[in-house]
Every structure is written in C-alpha cells, then in structure tokens.
C-alpha cells in the first residue's frame, strides 16, 4: 500500500504529549505506518511545534490522566483551532492499564476513560476520528507531577494500578492505516 507514481503525498503532523514516554511510542508507530503508507510525516512533541499551516493533515495525541488530557495537548489544539477546523484531524489518547474492555461496573473501558476535554475539543475543530488506545506504567519510574506524586503515596496505591505495557499495538497500526487510507482519498479527491 502507498501512493502510486504522480499521486500527491501528502504531509501529515503527528505531534503528542507524553509524560512517561508510552504515548509518545504509540505516536512514533502511527507515523512510521503513516510514512509506510506513503506520506510524508513528521512526530514531534506538541510543544515543539511552531505552526501547523504547512500541513495537509495532523494527528493529535496525549496520554490522559484522572480522566483528562494532558494540559499541552489541549493547550495546542486551542491554540491552532481555526487551523485544525480546516484540516482532517485526528486525536488519539492513551491510558486505561490492563486489558479488560469492560470495568466491573460493565463499562465499555474505552468510553469510561475517554478524556473530558474530547466533547469541546470535538465541537471546536470536527476531527475525522477519535480513538483511546491502552497505555503503559512503569511503578519504577520516576513520578511526574503532583498528581502522581500523591498517587504513590497512598496506600495501596502501587497494586491499585496495573503495571505494565499493554499498548496493543496491532490496534494502534490498524488505526493508522485507516488514517492512511483516508488520507489517501483525500489525495485523490483534490486532483
């Protein structure tokens, strides 16, 4: 799959805010499938991003925290909005730890942790998709934050939360192929 010879690449920003690192993995595979695909594409964090007007197309995504987006990723997406709405956009979150779909309550996993700020960030720039991606934890590393900091301290804190890798990265590849795919209509509709 790619685009073929006098096909328009297209030039995709994926850009991502990630404290410990698992979202800033999920954004680097969604932009190697994306380039696979064909496309020129450029992953950064959102907070090295000095305008997205050069752009056909961008990927949002940030690891989400008590239920909310990291602050630069709403941040960034507030600060370019006119330019996203005029753009195919997607945004992807990171977080629920596990495997489990569904939380003892019944819950879709996916709906339950789906960040706060996706209902306005949705009515201000019209994104393509959204999607939320499971993420990773590592109770070694180093905590970030207040949040975090208070978290640990706790007790039982540490067995509360699952450790470990659960990014289901042939979900993740799915998903930007899609983009992909997508990206490639586009293409052909705008010649």
């Given at each position: 799959?790619g ?9 995709v ?7 410990h ?18 496309h ?35 941040r960034f ?18 977080g629920?730890?596990?495997?489990e ?5 019944g819950?879709?996993?996916f709906?339950?942790?789906r960040?706060k ?49 659960f990014r289901?990265?042939?979900a ?17 509709s705008?010649?």
């Open positions: 799959m685009t073929g010879p006098g096909e328009h690449r297209m030039s920003l994926v850009c991502f805010a990630s404290r690192g698992a979202t800033a993995g999920i954004a680097d595979r969604i932009a190697e499938t994306i380039e696979a695909a064909g020129d594409v450029e992953c950064v964090p959102v907070d090295r991003v000095d305008g997205i007007e050069d752009y056909d197309a961008i990927v949002v995504g940030a690891a989400a925290y008590m239920f909310r987006w990291l602050k630069d990723a709403t997406v507030r600060r370019h909005r006119a330019v996203l709405a005029d753009r195919p956009v997607w945004l992807f979150s990171s629920p730890l596990g495997t779909l569904v939380d003892e309550d819950r879709d996993v709906e339950v942790t960040p700020e996706f209902d306005r960030l949705e009515a201000m720039i019209g994104p393509v998709d959204t999607h939320i991606f499971f993420g990773a934890w590592d109770p070694a590393a180093p905590a970030v934050g207040v949040g975090e900091r208070v978290l640990r301290l706790l007790p039982g804190a540490r067995g509360a939360v699952p450790a470990g890798d289901d990265w042939p993740i590849e799915a998903w930007a192929e899609s983009i992909a795919a997508s990206l490639a209509e586009l293409s052909d705008n010649r």
